[in-house]
T-cell receptor
Framework: GAVVSQHPSRVICKSGTSVKIECRSL??????MFWYRQFPKQSLMLMAT?????????EQGVEKDKFLINHASLTLSTLTVTSAHPEDSSFYIC??????????????FGDGTRLSIL | AQKVTQAQTEISVVEKEDVTLDCVYE???????LFWYKQPPSGELVFLIR??????QNEISGRYSWNFQKSTSSFNFTITASQVVDSAVYFC???????????FGSGTRLQVQP
């Protein structure tokens, strides 16, 4: 079964709306979570890395005020797309990495969120 | 900087043909991991394999096999006797042990025709 749950799977909303995407690790503690973005027919690009209890590290070119990331617990990270516009429409996917003895395990990916801004 | 190159944008084969997906990577790290993921039209990423940089043994899993050649920085993926259900986008990815984020290739879209 899924070890990382991402919700919602699909969002359609009006321009100017803020959208929150949740990423939960179901049966392990995720010390690190990663957020990726995928435009249609393109590759996945890392947006940011979040470690539990600390500020996220954003990749160059990713607006931290536009994409707010919170990793308040070892099982939950959220990505909020603030005041979304059509150019923010994309597929967003998270992955979670366990800590300690699980740090060498492959990352587990959520099923992704398809965001469409009208 | 790390880089993963999948030169084949799209491949089309007929069912039962063998197909090899190429992956070439660049990294300055001596310790790293290589991955292959399958992304069907529904969008989720399906983990296929992870290989660490110290293990150059080839691996076979059913119809899937992987050839890791450190000398040429390649990690190629072969599907034997392809099936329609293999149709998907396949991504090769590289992870350094420091940052642990994945650097993905641009993906290869495989279409298997019946």
């Amino acid at each position: 079964g899924a070890v990382v749950s991402q919700h919602p799977s699909r969002v359609i909303c009006k321009s100017g709306t803020s959208v929150k995407i949740e990423c939960r690790s179901l049966d392990f503690q995720a010390t690190t979570m990663f957020w990726y973005r995928q435009f249609p027919k393109q590759s996945l690009m890392l947006m940011a890395t979040s470690n539990e209890g600390s500020k996220a590290t954003y990749e160059q070119g990713v607006e931290k005020d536009k994409f707010l990331i919170n990793h308040a617990s070892l099982t939950l990270s959220t990505l909020t797309v603030t005041s979304a516009h059509p150019e923010d429409s994309s597929f967003y996917i998270c992955s979670a990495q366990g800590g300690g003895k699980f740090s060498n395990q492959p990352q587990h990916f959520g099923d992704g969120t398809r965001l469409s801004i009208l | 900087a790390q880089k993963v190159t999948q030169a084949q944008t799209e491949i089309s084969v007929v069912e039962k043909e063998d197909v090899t997906l190429d992956c070439v990577y660049e990294t300055r790290d001596t310790t790293y991991y290589l991955f292959w993921y399958k992304q069907p039209p529904s969008g989720e990423l399906v983990f296929l394999i992870r290989r660490n940089s110290f293990d150059e043994q080839n691996e076979i899993s059913g119809r899937y096999s992987w050839n890791f050649q450190k000398s040429t920085s390649s990690f190629n993926f072969t599907i034997t006797a392809s099936q329609v259900v293999d149709s998907a986008v396949y991504f090769c990815a590289l992870m350094d042990t420091g940052r642990r984020a994945l650097t993905f290739g641009s993906g290869t879209r495989l279409q298997v025709q019946p």
